[in-house]
């Protein structure tokens, strides 16, 4: 009886296809941690930006009624000096 020639190349690609998923599912995960650091990231600036946004607001109204205020007082004071003048 002859002995049964096995192919060489077929546990060399398996192996070799096995080393490729595992480097994928390496890579995934590596990807997917990235992801999550950078969203959580993205995250915290998005929070941070809306935090002085909303400052950025509160000022420009402060200012806003600041100015409406002067504008007020010079009319009056323009008022008073047509009335003395």
């Not at 950025?56 to 003395?84: H, N, P, Q, W, Y």
Request: charged share 35%; hydrophobic share 40%.
């Amino acid at each position: 009886m002859a002995a049964k020639r096995r192919n060489p190349s077929g546990p060399r690609w398996q192996v070799i296809l096995e080393e490729m998923r595992s480097q994928n599912r390496a890579t995934i995960e590596h990807v997917d941690m990235i992801r999550t650091s950078l969203e959580q990231r993205i995250d915290r600036l998005d929070d941070a930006l809306g935090t002085r946004a909303t400052s950025l607001e509160m000022a420009f109204r402060e200012l806003t009624r600041r100015f409406d205020t002067l504008l007020l007082l010079e009319g009056r004071v323009t008022a008073i000096e047509k009335r003395l003048g």
